[in-house]
Every structure is written in structure tokens, then in C-alpha cells.
Nanobody
Framework: EIQLVESGGGLVQAGGSLRLSCAVS????????IGWFRQAPGKEREGISC????????YSADSVEGRFTISADNARNTVYLQMNNLKPEDTAVYYC?????????????????WGQGTQVTVSS
């Protein structure tokens, strides 16, 4: 079965950095994408960035591009989200998710498998 497990969240001061990891297992699809999403209290879940499993093609939200970078090491079966220059408004639960047919979009409803999330809190 497909399993996604996030790690790396925590408390960080504004301007600091974190690297989130998503351990992916049980995937047999030929083509898929892994996306990072976040959900802040009282807010809708929003997409941050996604990456395909073959060519390392990426798509990122304009709001975080330049601060957040997605990468993947398929040999290690891990997807990362490097977050730099964090801001208080980045505070949220961060999720990784899998889209079984890669469309390289950041619409949560297109993603079929989700991790449990990891909390990121950025203090002023």
C-alpha cells in the first residue's frame, strides 16, 4: 500500500530555515507526482510545490517560489521541501500527497494519497 510520512517540522524563528521530508513507499504507478501542501488554522488547504517522479519537473506557487524548493531522490524514495527565509504566515500543518496521474497541478482534490502532516510554526 502507498504510504507517505512527513517529518522535519518544528518551531523556527522568522528568517530561519527548515527542510521537510516525505518518505514515500508502496508506489507502483509509472507516472505520478508528489506535492507539498499546507493548511493554516481557518484556511483552506493550499498547494506549495510538486514534482514528478521521472524528470524532476517542478511546479511551485508564486507566493513561495524563491524561498521554498522541492526536490526528490527517487533512489532514496524521499521528497524534500527546503524552506528558507520563513515568515510567520508560513505557519501551518504541511502535508505531502501523491497524485497517481501526474498533471503537475496544486489542486488538493487531484491528489489521492496523503500523509498525516507535520507542524511548522514560525515565530516573529
Amino acid at each position: 500500500e502507498i504510504q507517505l510520512v512527513e517529518s522535519g517540522g518544528g518551531l523556527v524563528q522568522a528568517g530561519g530555515s527548515l527542510r521537510l521530508s516525505c518518505a514515500v513507499s508502496g508506489v507502483t504507478f509509472k507516472s505520478y507526482a508528489i506535492g507539498w501542501f499546507r493548511q493554516a488554522p481557518g484556511k483552506e488547504r493550499e498547494g506549495i510545490s510538486c514534482i514528478d517522479n521521472k524528470e524532476d519537473m517542478t511546479y511551485s506557487a508564486d507566493s513561495v517560489e524563491g524561498r521554498f524548493t522541492i526536490s526528490a531522490d527517487n533512489a532514496r524514495n524521499t521528497v524534500y521541501l527546503q524552506m528558507n527565509n520563513l515568515k510567520p504566515e508560513d505557519t501551518a500543518v504541511y502535508y505531502c500527497a501523491l497524485e497517481d496521474v501526474s498533471t503537475m497541478t496544486l489542486m488538493p482534490q487531484l491528489y489521492d494519497y496523503w500523509g498525516q502532516g507535520t507542524q511548522v510554526t514560525v515565530s516573529s
